[in-house]
């Protein structure tokens, strides 16, 4: 098993930036795929980025040159970080650990830009 952990989320301008973390309880190490994904009312939840135990991303194509994944194997943590966001990026963020067995989430951080 494997807990996670969301954080970096609230509130910010548009154009502004965030940084969203995602602390595993566990090494990720042997986590073939960790991702972002994002849900706002009323809507499907969304993939935003995924990442690869070989560093290899993926991005959703309304993110893509604003939004980075990356994974510090060491400190067990994904990160998230968003640049020129704008009103539409509004959602809960959640953390996802993808195994071959099951997939594991965090409880989500919100994520607000407005002016």
């Known amino acids: 098993q494997v807990q996670l952990v969301e954080s970096g989320g609230g509130l910010v301008q548009p154009g502004g930036s965030?940084?969203?973390?995602?602390?595993a309880s566990?090494?990720?190490?042997s986590i073939y795929r960790m991702g972002w994904y994002r849900q706002?009312?009323?809507k499907q939840r969304e993939l935003v980025a995924?990442?690869?135990?070989g560093s290899i991303t993926n991005y959703a194509d309304s993110v893509k040159g604003r939004f980075t994944i990356s994974r510090d194997n060491a400190k067990n943590t994904v990160y998230l970080q968003m640049n020129s966001l704008k009103p539409e990026d509004t959602a809960v963020y959640y953390?996802?650990?993808r195994t071959p067995a099951v997939d594991y989430w965090g409880r989500g951080t919100q994520v607000t830009v407005s002016s």
Request: aromatic share 0%; net charge positive.
């Open 26 to 29: 566990r090494s990720i190490l």
């Open 50 to 53: 995924i990442i690869t135990s």
């Open 18 to 23: 965030l940084r969203l973390s995602c602390a």
């Open 95 to 97: 953390c996802n650990a």
């Open 40 to 42: 706002s009312p009323g």
